[in-house]
């Protein structure tokens, strides 16, 4: 039995991660963001020049505008963040009263009372989600396919033209509580350590939940559970915010 809890219907979007950078006075220390000494983001300027990319779809975040402070990106601002830490994750949700949620709390909203494969149902459906296979324009079931099919080293047209959207595009992918991406858009930072030492990797882990737009059929299941560090980012893991009923949110940070 998993608790009562309130979970943000949407991803944090770049827009409100900026406001909260700015409101906390996040400074740039090379090419993140700092609050209190903890890199919380990467400015996705930075990290485009270390791609050797300046525009396009893989544009996502936020940057530090010397004239404004903190800005999503061009054309983010309603998209979920991406390029943050599973620090600026934490931080962000306890400053306004609230906290990540836990990898169960995250399932539980996922698949509803029933226990669903997906938030739509038993049956996986192309098209319900952000995913690979939206952008693929056809199926993208494993591995190999999403290598093939999909990615081709990061240069595939349909890796090329994934980006996030902005939530509320992918209706037909409503979880039974009507909380929005939860599987494709962007993986999400859960609260739980992922202790991976018996696995030859690092006991600090975090989990992450979620295939995001890069998922496709093999790690889509609700209950696939995945890994990160926590000072690490990518361009497609973001994160949502959740609070016990008692808690008080202090601003519109859901």
Not at 37 to 66: I, M, N, Q, Y
Not at 95 to 121: C, I, M, S, V
Request: hydrophobic fraction near 40%; include cysteine; charged fraction near 25%.
């Amino acid at each position: 039995v998993v608790p009562a809890f309130l979970l943000g219907k949407f991803p944090v979007t770049c827009a409100q991660f900026a406001s909260f950078l700015n409101d906390t006075g996040a400074t740039r220390v090379g090419s993140d963001a700092s609050v209190g000494g903890v890199v919380v983001a990467t400015d996705v300027v930075a990290w485009l020049k270390t791609r050797r990319e300046s525009e396009g779809p893989h544009a996502v975040g936020v940057f530090l505008d010397g004239e404004s402070g903190w800005a999503p990106h061009r054309d983010s601002a309603d998209l979920p963040m991406t390029l943050v830490t599973w620090f600026g994750a934490d931080l962000y949700a306890k400053r306004f009263g609230a906290r990540l949620p836990t990898e169960l709390e995250w399932e539980k909203a996922a698949r509803g009372e029933d226990g669903l494969r997906f938030p739509w149902g038993n049956d996986y459906e192309p098209g319900r989600a952000n995913l690979a296979d939206y952008w693929a324009g056809h199926a993208v079931n494993t591995q190999s396919d999403w290598d093939l099919k999909f990615s081709q080293e990061e240069n595939g047209p349909a890796w090329l033209a994934s980006r996030p959207t902005p939530s509320g595009s992918f209706r037909r992918g409503l979880s039974p509580y009507g909380v929005e991406d939860m599987i494709g858009n962007v993986a999400e930072w859960c609260d739980d350590v992922y202790d991976a030492s018996s696995e030859g990797g690092r006991a600090d882990f975090r989990a992450m939940r979620g295939a995001g737009r890069y998922g496709y059929l093999a790690i889509a299941r609700c209950a696939t559970r995945r890994r990160r560090a926590p000072e690490s980012v990518g361009e497609n893991l973001g994160f949502r915010i959740a609070v016990s009923p008692a808690s008080r949110i202090t601003s519109d940070g859901v």
